[in-house]
Nanobody, 125 residues
Framework: HVQVVESGGGLVQAGESLTVSCAAA????????VAWFRQRLEKEREAVSY????????LYADFVKGRFTVSRDKAKNTLYLQMVNLKPEDTAMYYC??????????????????WGQGTQVTVSS
């Protein structure tokens, strides 16, 4: 049984930092291409980052470059999204998603096989 669970969301003030986690059961994250997506209120889901399987390579959306960093703890089978200098426009539900192949654009949310339920990040001004 595969389960992907995000956690660590919360309410912070603008300029502060927060780290959200993506833990998986029944799915070795290191063997998958793993992305973080977010969905802001009344907006479409958008890709935030993309970590290549068995590799330290991570791609980032332009709007988070230099502020968000992905790290991985293989022993815990967990991926982290470290966010610094948060802005009110970063307020969103953050989702972790995984897929086995790299054929399609990493920003295409329809191409992922597994999703978590999301964790809410709210940044107040």
């Amino acid at each position: 049984h595969v389960q992907v669970v995000e956690s660590g969301g919360g309410l912070v003030q603008a300029g502060e930092s927060l780290t959200v986690s993506c833990a998986a059961a029944g799915l070795p994250l290191d063997d998958y291409f793993v992305a973080w997506f977010r969905q802001r209120l009344e907006k479409e889901r958008e890709a935030v980052s993309y970590t290549v399987q068995r590799s330290p390579i991570t791609l980032y959306a332009d709007f988070v470059k230099g502020r968000f960093t992905v790290s991985r703890d293989k022993a815990k089978n967990t991926l982290y999204l470290q966010m610094v200098n948060l802005k009110p426009e970063d307020t969103a539900m953050y989702y972790c998603a995984a897929r086995r192949t790299n054929v399609h654009s990493w920003k295409d949310n329809t191409t992922y096989d597994y999703w978590g339920q999301g964790t809410q990040v709210t940044v107040s001004s």
